[in-house]
């Protein structure tokens, strides 16, 4: 009784070895893959800020007031003065379209499920 005890013993031993160097293995390649992609990120970032400095350098207001002197004949933009702005209610919005109604449903509770005479069909 007693080797089989020990045999039991050794056999959930081995196989707990077995499971926690799995889960060793399994837990280093998390961490390997969250090192790869938090340098991925940090590389993201990275790219994402010099956008911004390019994006910042590329619209500096004198800039971009040059290339509208440089472009003007091409396309005639000109500075923004108040009379061309206007209030909300003066924009023409277009009227909303007329929608026949076909095959009309009754969808009352007061008379549901009965005909116009009053009666049940």
Partial sequence: MKTLLYAATCLAVFGLAFWAYRENYATQQVLKDTRALQREIGAAQVR????????????????????????????????????????????????????????????????AGQNSDGSQP
Avoid: H, K, M
């Fill in 48 to 111: 994402l800020s010099v956008l911004r400095a390019e994006w910042a350098y590329l619209n500096r207001p004198q800039r971009l007031r040059d290339l509208a002197d440089i472009n003007f004949d091409s396309l005639g933009l000109l500075p923004l003065r108040p009379d061309q702005f206007g209030r909300v209610d003066e924009v023409s919005y277009p009227a909303p379209p007329e929608l026949e109604i076909t095959n009309e449903v009754e969808v009352s509770g007061l008379n």
